[in-house]
T-cell receptor
Framework: AQKITQTQPGMFVQEKEAVTLDCTYD???????LFWYKQPSSGEMIFLIY??????QNATEGRYSLNFQKARKSANLVISASQLGDSAMYFC?????????????FGGGTRVLVKP | DTGVSQDPRHKITKRGQNVTFRCDPI?????LYWYRQTLGQGPEFLTY????????KSRLLSDRFSAERPKGSFSTLEIQRTEQGDSAMYLC??????????FGPGTRLTVT
């Protein structure tokens, strides 16, 4: 079974609107971390936001927020007020503290294109 | 710039040749990771160092692949007898023990 599933291969969003990127995960670990990274066409992976499995509050970083629903095993990324520079690939990733050690397991990504 | 750096950024080689990539992590980071990313996919973990010790290796890391971090600073990833299936982006990341891993720009390998 896929550990990280991103069901949206690509999305269009209008500039200044909000967009939600879906991510579901599968783990039996009690302690894990969820991450979102942005990868522009230049190729570098840019860290956006982190949510720990024991964090009760949803993580927020500027225009990024993570909608963490533990019982549903989902960790959706919300980008508010989209900008043209948000056009990129977005990857959801997980670190399983007990089973996975220190590695990150990534999903297949969602390509976002922001339209002016 | 004090981010993760990788060299070279691009490498074209013929099948059967050996290649070596270098990664310089963020200076205060003791953890270093190598990932491989093929076109249209998310990165896949290859190996992990804490200081100079290689603590984790993926099944993806065949006998043709070897990684070192001799002094706990920079790291090298060598691929021997390259195959066309080795064509990918090789990403290095580092962390200080906090959760976030910071990635370098990657080395794009093309095996002809």
């Amino acid at each position: 079974a896929q550990k990280i599933t991103q069901t949206q291969p690509g999305m269009f969003v209008q500039e200044k609107e909000a967009v939600t990127l879906d991510c579901t995960y599968d783990t039996s670990d009690q302690s894990y971390g969820l991450f979102w990274y942005k990868q522009p066409s230049s190729g570098e992976m840019i860290f956006l936001i982190y949510q720990g499995s024991y964090d009760e509050q949803n993580a927020t970083e500027g225009r990024y927020s993570l909608n963490f629903q533990k019982a549903r095993k989902s960790a959706n990324l919300v980008i508010s007020a989209s900008q043209l520079g948000d056009s990129a690939m977005y990857f959801c990733a997980m670190r399983e503290v007990q089973r996975g050690g220190n590695k990150l397991t990534f999903g297949g990504g969602t390509r976002v294109l922001v339209k002016p | 710039d004090t981010g993760v750096s990788q060299d070279p950024r691009h490498k074209i080689t013929k099948r059967g040749q050996n290649v070596t990539f270098r990664c310089d992590p963020i200076s205060e980071h003791n953890r270093l990771y190598w990932y491989r990313q093929t076109l249209g996919q998310g990165p896949e973990f290859l190996t992990y160092f804490q200081n100079e010790a290689q603590l984790e290796k993926s099944r993806l890391l065949s006998d043709r692949f070897s990684a070192e971090r001799p002094k706990g600073s920079f790291s090298t990833l060598e691929i021997q007898r390259t195959e066309q299936g080795d064509s990918a982006m090789y990403l290095c990341a580092s962390s200080s023990g906090t959760e976030e891993q910071y990635f370098g720009p990657g080395t794009r390998l093309t095996v002809t």
